[in-house]
């Protein structure tokens, strides 16, 4: 049998859908797959045309994950589409064959997940996947076969089996059984379904991969359909327990009955599967990772490097401030490398502690190039280790260690950043040359203090950061980089709480102040000035000037990007916040904080629904950040999700240890919004008691009082803030949480003294 150049050499499979052929390509010579459609759909023009239309959209989209559509053709009345040819199973026959491991459904998911990304952004939608839609090749990779075909059929059924595979014999025409229990609430409704139906697809597919038993599956269609509305697969306790707290997050999101509350984005999922990945050390196949790996690593300059947090080997586990230090300290040497584009601090030290494939961390931090490391300090002799190795094959391309006294490490992180340079053939022009060598500080005694204290500031410890800098600091005076840390620490420290404000904000803008004395034209003071408008100065412009300037003098400073974009957020300048923001995430794509900057933007808007994926999405980059946590909560409960704000906010106080006020007077705040008054009375006692052994912010008091209606106490509050210069107190001016006093007599004259309009 012939159709057109392809000669049919044998069936692979047949249903009702139409019949799969191996044939031969004789231009190309080359083994494909040849789908011969049914004469039903033949003689539909529409059916026939509409196909025609997304054949060719689907053969445009080259996507890995994607069976790849090399032609359509007529001949003699007969229609046909040409594939390509795989070899493997599907999705289905592996499921019957056994359990999949945890690392291997992620991979399959995350890869479904890429291919979604990519068809969803030519604007083709799938709506029928399912395991017997998903093709397992020898080598690793999945392929999502059928794209943008299943919906051409009105019953739900018409246009599967798209298969290279060998097809199971097919229902009755008309029928969903088998594929019922994969579709979306919407789908089950008769509703209109987009992007987010294949989602909630997938999530379902993703359940059934990692418990072995499908989300939903009854007795009849109909009680599986009905299931598919009304039920939470997940709320079975086994089920759990087997399932690890992000794993289990990411499956609910996707299967969320509402397509509002679910991921807005195939690529938002994929996110979160590669962050479940990397969190639980998930090893791809050989041909998986390179084919995810291929198209970031070739995309990335030749010159981009990441610098991984280098172990602390020391037999002192207190010592690991040290390592995490020289780690950054190299990281900012090569950044004055024009040459070299570096991963950001943050991103690189998502991996901390993970055993990962370089290839996977080239992929995902857009690299070509990583540095190793590690660190034994013992006594005053140290130890560094160091390995330059290429993301594509995995060879070293340099490697050294080095065996110095603790007053030669400056020395050591310099010749690092020059033998990396040298690795990669990158000329060090006069000025990169001399910025290199250029310190802080020339006493050794002072960057250890200097180095502890930075250590404290990223676990936001603020009294033992504040304490370490001013150590540095009597060692050295004149050292910018611990009086901007200082300055910085008091703001997080005045913020928190524990400290009364006015004595934060003074000692924080007198160290901000200093550094600029010693080094106007850092980027770094220019942030640490802003930041103190930011908490305390309640000059947004001022503020702003700063960051811009930031941005001018350093354009790579993701904290200048973020800060400028959360205060925005509150001045009416949506679009801008999202820019800032957004360049941000760009710069530190692994950075809680940074995505939860994204998500304020929203909020300020009033867009709580995206601002709440936003959250959520920085909570898929580490699901303990208490920031987002705190602030989904706040979220939820504009949206009136009660149970929801209060698991976040709960969440949140177990890994601060309850310490931070503010997080605690929220809660309060959750609870009396869902009715749970005595729970709220509870936190509001807790507060009081705490205040007479520590600073507790009015400001932190008023999230409180408000849910409670206490409306009165709530201006009090306030208006005790606005006296002690507490660190948001500007927030009234436009945040919604404060819509209930916008009609209380005392809140105009609140605001005028807050900020002028």
Request: proline share 5%.
């Amino acid at each position: 049998m012939q159709l057109g150049p392809y000669e049919v050499i044998s069936p692979l499979g047949a249903g009702g859908m139409g019949e799969v052929y191996r044939a031969r390509d004789s231009r190309l010579e080359r083994d494909v797959a040849v789908k011969v459609l049914p004469e039903s759909l033949v003689a539909d023009p529409e059916a026939l045309a509409r196909f025609e239309r997304e054949a060719r959209a689907v053969a445009a989209l080259s996507h890995p994950n994607i069976l790849a559509i090399h032609d359509f053709g007529r001949e003699s009345g007969t229609v046909y589409a040409v594939m390509e040819l795989l070899e493997g199973e599907t999705l289905r026959e592996r499921l019957d064959a056994g359990p999949i491991p945890q690392r291997k459904a992620l991979d399959y998911a995350l890869q479904v997940a890429q291919g979604l990304a990519a068809a969803h952004e030519k604007g083709i939608i799938h709506r029928d996947l399912k395991p017997e839609n998903l093709f397992l090749t020898r080598d690793g990779l999945v392929k999502i076969l059928d794209f943008g075909l299943a919906k051409l059929d009105r019953s739900a059924t018409a246009m599967g089996g798209m298969s290279t595979a060998p097809t199971r014999p097919a229902t009755r025409a008309g029928m969903i059984l088998g594929t019922v229990g994969y579709m979306s609430p919407e789908q089950v409704r008769g509703a209109a379904a987009d992007h987010r139906s294949d989602i909630f697809s997938l999530g379902a597919v993703l359940y059934e991969m990692l418990t072995g038993e499908r989300a939903f599956r009854k007795e009849s269609e109909i009680e599986t359909m009905m299931a598919i509305l009304r039920e939470d697969p997940l709320e079975d306790s086994n089920v759990r327990k087997a399932l690890p707290p992000e794993l289990e997050e990411t499956i609910m999101h996707c299967l969320e009955k509402n397509p509002e509350e679910r991921f807005q984005s195939a690529r938002d999922l994929a996110f979160a599967l590669r962050v479940a990945e990397g969190r639980g050390g998930a090893a791809r196949s050989d041909a998986a990772t390179r084919a995810a790996a291929a198209t970031p690593i070739s995309e990335a300059s030749a010159n981009s490097i990441a610098v991984l947090p280098f172990r602390n080997l020391s037999a002192d586990r207190e010592n690991e401030y040290f390592s995490d230090g020289v780690t950054e300290e190299i990281i900012n040497a090569l950044t004055k490398i024009g040459a070299l584009r570096v991963a950001s601090r943050t991103s690189a030290f998502a991996f901390k502690g993970k055993e990962e494939d370089v290839r996977r961390i080239g992929a995902a931090l857009g690299v070509r190039n990583v540095l190793e490391g590690s660190v034994r300090q013992a006594g005053r002799r140290i130890r560094i280790g160091a390995q330059l190795i290429n993301v594509a094959d995995g060879y070293h391309l340099w490697s050294e260690r080095y065996d110095r006294e603790m007053e030669d490490v400056f020395e050591v992180q310099d010749e690092i950043a020059r033998a990396i340079a040298d690795a990669l053939k990158v000329r060090l022009l006069p000025a990169e040359e001399a910025g290199i060598s250029t310190r802080g500080t020339e006493d050794v005694e002072a960057y250890n203090d200097f180095l502890k204290g930075r250590y404290y500031f990223n676990r936001r410890e603020a009294p033992e950061a504040i304490a370490e800098f001013e150590r540095a600091l009597a060692r050295d005076p004149g050292y910018t980089d611990a009086h901007t840390g200082l300055a910085d620490s008091y703001c997080i420290y005045g913020f928190y709480g524990g400290i009364p404000t006015l004595e934060a904000f003074a000692k924080a803008r007198a160290a901000a102040e200093k550094a600029f004395e010693l080094s106007p034209e850092s980027a770094k003071v220019h942030v640490s000035l802003a930041l103190v408008e930011h908490y305390f100065g309640w000059d947004v412009k001022n503020g702003e000037a700063e960051l811009r300037q930031a941005i001018r003098l350093a354009p790579g400073s993701a904290p200048a990007y973020s800060w400028l974009g959360l205060m925005l957020a509150f001045t009416d300048r949506t679009v801008e916040a999202l820019e800032m923001t957004r360049r941000a995430t760009e710069i530190e794509p692994y950075s809680p904080n940074a995505q939860a900057n994204v998500a304020w933007a929203y909020y300020g808007a009033r867009r709580f629904e995206e601002a709440a994926g936003e959250f959520r999405r920085a909570l898929h980059i580490d699901p303990n950040a208490p920031y987002p946590l705190w602030a989904l909560g706040l979220t939820c409960m504009h949206l009136g999700r009660h149970s929801e704000a209060i698991a976040s906010l709960e969440k949140a106080l177990e890994v601060t240890k309850r310490r931070q006020s503010h997080y605690v007077a929220l809660l309060g705040g959750a609870y009396a919004a869902a009715g749970r008054r005595s729970e709220a009375l509870g936190i509001l006692e807790e507060l009081t008691e705490r205040s007479a052994r520590e600073y507790i912010a009015p400001f932190h008091l008023a999230f409180l009082h408000i849910p409670m209606g206490n409306l009165d106490e709530a201006v009090s509050c306030l208006e005790r803030a606005c006296a002690e210069r507490n660190a948001l107190g500007w927030w009234p001016r436009s945040c919604p949480f404060y819509d209930p006093l916008r009609s209380h007599p005392r809140f105009p004259a609140l605001l005028e003294k807050i900020l002028p309009a």
